[in-house]
């Protein structure tokens, strides 16, 4: 899924939900948080497993 797709995924929610601007950007930015955290996670994991056993 391409970043144009999500944001349209996000507006079909935001208008099928009629969520108000301020709620729908609250939610949008949570939900930005929560997947660069997974993503700076997950990029950290694999950093240590390529460094580890290497002494």
């Given amino acids: ?3 144009d797709d999500f944001y349209r ?3 079909g929610f935001i208008e099928e939900k009629q969520l108000d601007p ?4 609250w ?3 949570r939900i930005l948080s929560i997947l660069f ?3 700076e996670n997950q990029k950290h994991k694999k ?3 390529n460094t ?4």
Avoid at 52 to 55: A, I, K, Q
């Fill in 27 to 29: 939610l949008l930015e």
């Fill in 9 to 11: 995924l996000f507006e």
């Fill in 47 to 49: 950093e240590k497993d």
């Fill in 52 to 55: 580890s056993g290497n002494y």
């Fill in 22 to 25: 301020i709620t729908a950007k």
């Fill in 1 to 3: 899924m391409g970043t």
């Fill in 37 to 39: 955290t997974n993503s």
